[in-house]
């Protein structure tokens, strides 16, 4: 299939836009690619210090005549593994028994394995609504660091990468593409059983925001939604990025969303050491080859048109807001430069191809039984709307990505997905649920922002009321609470609100998702009242059915104009035209000072818990547009 012009013109605005970086990013992966290897390079002190906590079995097998060690005699592969397990996240839970397979893996391929080191992975959803998420989003930095310093050991010929949410991946994607002269392939966990359905979930919520049901039923309804080890079932930013790790060929085609702790999991995780080396693939009916076959550098892989398939795999499934900060760091890593501009292009063009919840009422796992990201890809593809020619770790290029796993005989083999399995969940790019992604671009005289359309009524894409300025999402929930804001719309006009929640943006307070918000502003859209949040911070990768224009830029702190909304200015919200205004005469705009972040706001703000730690990284981070970078 021809790809279509649009997707053409990006990627190659893209290139171009990037050509001053991208170059000397391949320079140096080429001179990095062409040393000898580091067991040569290092003194012997060196090398025995990197091979000295190895397992008897792998360490002590010398060449007789020389008694040096077998790795470095022969030279075997060394896969280092870099680990986001804890037991405090559901999702990486099951990590931790990977690292043994990896090992046993590789010694049946004369190899070895190492982990190389751990990285910090917190949970955003037990940090929701406290001062740890002022945290979240700078973990992704401090994990890409810490990457960095599993890395620096510089012994290793390829590496397995073990993550799978929010910040997590983002943040070893950066780390690896640093090292980006090392083949990597990125190893999920794959998502917990369905559990209480995700709608259900959100109508207790509301119930307890009106004050409907207590803390009890409450409590009990959340166990029920998050009860066993594996990825949460919505469709927020941890399966996200697996979806796009899909797309860009950096995982084992369609190892996604295969449950945790099973016999296909443990295969797909041996299958992801043996792929890292070039082992052929031979079991079944799937792809095989006479000899080994390298598996391609990752700073390779991921160029400009990776990263262009990963854009258009995010708007055709109606994905994670957060990766339209998270995606322009990862551009940045391998020396790409993309903006919120190329997403709006692709967005015009590519089609809305899933209804997975918040988009829909299916969990992933319904999303995987009705054909999953293998299906979304083939359909892209199939209209020209990805890219078809690039690398991916698998041999076979990207199109090995439409075809599922299947486990017989205890081999795998993969088969394609074939037609949608439930057309209310997964539909082809002839008939999608919207001709247009999921995800818009506002700009105005209020700065540039995102939305998430994709869940959003039609009757809600334009919302225009009068404006109630908060400077905390406490202050906000505070006001739901006492009624205030019930009472605002009853006495509006426009039977509306637009809620403006400022000093959130990265400077701030390190840019903490506002979660907490949806189910009091569900509630009132819920009674009939058009509501729309704006705000410099984030919302939730699970972000909904209420208008939110997010990671308003540049944010108030940094002399962005939501520090000039006054209580009462006309708020426009227009995903249609693509607008976002306060609709205040240019003049008395113009001549409007900008309010100052509230001291007691200031000095609260990383103050305790560890958030002074991070002060200096609120204080270099580039706008959200510039993917809130701190390097």
Avoid at 47 to 70: I, T
Avoid at 490 to 510: F, I, K, M, T
Wanted: proline share 7%; with cysteine; hydrophobic share 45%.
């Amino acid at each position: 299939m021809k790809l279509h012009p649009t997707v053409h013109a990006v990627t190659e605005r893209i290139r171009a836009r990037s050509a001053p970086t991208r170059a000397p990013y391949l320079e140096r992966l080429a001179a990095l690619a062409a040393r000898a290897p580091g067991t040569d390079r290092m003194g012997c002190a060196n090398v025995a210090h990197a091979f000295a906590g190895m397992p008897e079995s792998d360490r002590a097998r010398a060449v007789p005549a020389l008694g040096r060690l077998r790795v470095v005699a022969a030279r075997a592969p060394n896969i280092g593994i870099v680990t986001a397990y804890n037991d405090m996240l559901s999702a990486h839970q099951p990590f931790e028994g990977f690292p043994a397979l990896i090992r046993d893996e590789a010694r049946r391929h004369g190899a070895t394995a190492q982990v190389a080191g751990g990285v910090p992975a917190m949970c955003d959803g037990v940090t929701q609504g406290t001062p740890g998420m002022e945290l979240s989003l700078f973990s992704r930095d401090v994990i890409a660091m810490a990457t960095a310093v599993a890395l620096s050991h510089d012994v290793f010929d390829a590496v397995l990468m073990l993550g799978v949410c929010d910040k997590i991946v983002p943040g070893l994607l950066i780390g690896a593409l640093h090292f980006g002269h090392l083949p990597t392939v990125f190893v999920p966990a794959g998502p917990m059983p369905s559990g209480l359905s995700n709608n259900a979930k959100a109508k207790v919520r509301e119930q307890a925001a009106q004050g409907l049901v207590g803390r009890a039923e409450l409590l009990q309804a959340e166990a029920q939604a998050y009860h066993a080890p594996g990825t949460c079932t919505f469709y927020g930013t941890a399966n996200s990025n697996q979806m796009l790790l899909e797309a860009m060929g950096l995982h084992v085609p369609g190892t996604a969303f295969v449950a945790p702790q099973n016999a296909m999991r443990a295969e797909l995780t041996r299958e992801a050491a043996r792929l890292v080396l070039g082992v052929p693939h031979t079991g079944g009916a799937g792809p095989s080859a006479a000899g080994p076959r390298a598996c391609p550098a990752i700073g390779h892989v991921v160029d400009e048109r990776a990263i262009v398939n990963a854009m258009a795999a995010l708007l055709a499934t109606g994905g994670s807001t957060n990766h339209l900060i998270h995606w322009v760091a990862v551009a940045r890593a391998a020396g790409i430069a993309i903006d919120w501009d190329d997403f709006a292009a692709l967005s015009a063009v590519v089609p809305l191809l899933t209804r997975v919840y918040p988009n829909g009422s299916a969990d992933v796992n319904q999303f995987q039984a009705a054909g999953g990201p293998g299906y979304v890809i083939r359909e892209l593809l199939d209209a020209g709307l990805m890219h078809a020619d690039v690398l991916a770790v698998r041999p076979e290029g990207i199109r090995a990505y439409t075809a599922e796993p299947v486990l017989e005989g205890g081999h795998l083999h993969w088969v394609p997905v074939g037609a949608s399995r439930d057309e209310s969940v997964v539909r082809p790019a002839s008939a999608p649920f919207s001709a247009t992604g999921g995800l818009k671009l506002l700009q105005g005289n209020l700065g540039r922002s995102v939305i998430k359309v994709s869940a959003v009524p039609e009757d809600r894409h334009v919302v225009q009321a009068p404006a109630r300025v908060f400077d905390s999402q406490e202050a906000l929930q505070a006001a739901f609470s006492a009624g205030e804001l019930e009472r605002l719309c009853e006495a509006s006009p426009a039977h509306g609100l637009v809620c403006v929640v400022r000093w959130q943006g990265p400077q701030a307070n390190g840019m903490p998702e506002l979660h907490k918000l949806t189910p009091p502003l569900a509630v009132l859209q819920g009674k009939g009242y058009r509501i729309a949040l704006v705000t410099d911070g984030r919302m939730s990768g699970a972000s909904g059915k209420v208008p939110a224009a997010i990671h308003v830029s540049p944010e108030a702190l940094a002399g962005g104009p939501l520090a000039r909304v006054q209580d009462g200015d006309l708020i426009r919200l227009d995903t249609v035209a693509g607008t976002l205004d306060a609709l205040v005469p240019p003049a008395e705009w113009a001549a409007r000072a900008h309010a100052a972040m509230p001291e007691a706001l200031r000095q609260s703000s990383g103050a305790g818990l560890g958030r002074e730690l991070f002060a200096n990284m609120r204080r270099n981070a580039r706008a959200a547009e510039e993917g809130a970078c701190t390097w």
